[in-house]
């Protein structure tokens, strides 16, 4: 397959990567840095300890000058953060008459219905990765093989993904198709809810936030509130490749907090442990944008238009956006469990109530 990956972090790279080992032809989007270190040095994997040069990749700085260098391409992979994909799906519509299927691998809900939007001739596949990954350097990325796996649903049910899924298969990921493209992407925002927004307003790594009661209680209530959510909507949580969500979510919406917190407590340390979550990066990198909107955000919207309370998420987008946009300083926050319980009076606002999936 000829394949175009826009985005070259973490995700992007590793999935370039594994695809060309298998031959395909990848060609990545990325950041002036990093096309001059895979020119330079080929783009690196890291992989059980082992590092593996990938030579026959290509890279480049824009989606255009991709289609300049080859003028088709078999499927367009999406994996900047959720906030780019309209600006990406707009320079796809841009460079060809005829743009290739797209997949998504963004973080949260949303980014279908963007490139759908933008590009409503194209066919959409919605992604989901759990293999964790972080780039050591331009160029340089780690992969562990913890929860290695991706889920693929397709937008329209009559579309075809079996090509993609196989290439993925060969490529070493541990594949799952679904049914339902909402259940997919909606349980994957469910994990990426817990210790994430939280985390990021507080600088605590997620470990310490589960250790806190107080702070326990606001991961509960915005979890519940997204599965109350998705319960409005008629979708269902569905496992993920080392989620098992459907046996999970029903525990943490019926057991009482205290029960919970360390049951919660040891799973998060053994998973995240000290490692900072993705919205701590758009905070610390001063970032614009942040992909809070496409996750605790969400929750709101899609809560809003279906009469679902959602206190506990809104504060803490609402907290995120104040801090990216300056409207709030983060060095009020940072190391302060007691600043954010105060100043959005959270724990009043809580309503960690017993939800039925059943």
Aim: hydrophobic residues 45%.
């Amino acid at each position: 397959m000829r394949i175009l990956i826009v985005g070259a972090g973490a995700i992007g790279s590793l999935v370039g990567a594994k695809l060309a080992l298998e031959r395909h032809a990848v060609t990545l989007v990325a950041r002036p840095t990093a096309v001059e270190a895979i020119h330079r040095d080929g783009l690196r994997l890291i992989e059980n300890g082992a590092q593996l040069t990938i030579r026959d990749v290509e890279a480049v700085p824009s989606v255009g000058a991709a289609f300049a260098d080859s003028p088709a391409f078999d499927l367009a992979i999406f994996a900047m953060k959720a906030y780019g994909v309209a600006e990406s799906a707009t320079e796809l519509g841009q460079a060809t008459p005829e743009p290739p299927p797209v997949l998504t691998l963004q973080n949260g809900v949303g980014s279908e219905e963007c490139v759908k939007a933008i590009l409503p001739s194209v066919p959409v596949i919605a992604g989901s990765i759990t293999t964790p990954a972080e780039m050591r350097a331009p160029g340089l990325v780690e992969v562990s093989h913890r929860r290695r796996g991706l889920g693929l649903a397709a937008i329209r049910p009559e579309q075809s993904i079996d090509t993609l899924a196989d290439a993925l298969r060969g490529a070493g990921f541990q594949v799952r198709v679904y049914a339902d493209y909402r259940a997919l992407k909606w349980s994957k925002l469910l994990t990426n809810l817990v210790g994430n927004a939280t985390s990021a307003i507080l600088d605590l790594p997620p470990a310490d936030v589960f250790a806190d009661p107080r702070l326990f209680r606001v991961e509960l209530g915005a979890f519940r509130e997204a599965v109350a959510v998705m319960r409005a909507m008629g979708v269902r949580p569905v496992g993920l490749p080392g989620y098992p969500l459907p046996g999970l979510a029903p525990i943490l919406l019926r057991l009482p907090p205290r029960v919970l917190q360390p049951f919660m407590r040891r799973i998060i340390a053994g998973g995240r442990g000290g490692k900072l979550p993705s919205l701590y990066a758009d905070l610390a990198q001063g970032r614009e944008r942040t992909e809070v909107e496409f996750l605790n955000g969400a929750v709101v919207r899609h809560g809003r238009e279906l009469g679902v309370a959602t206190p506990v998420n809104q504060v803490l987008a609402d907290t995120l956006c104040g801090l990216i946009q300056g409207r709030l300083h983060w060095a009020e926050f940072r190391g302060r469990p007691e600043r954010l319980l105060l100043f959005t009076n959270v724990v009043s606002r809580l309503a960690v109530e017993e939800y039925d999936l059943s």
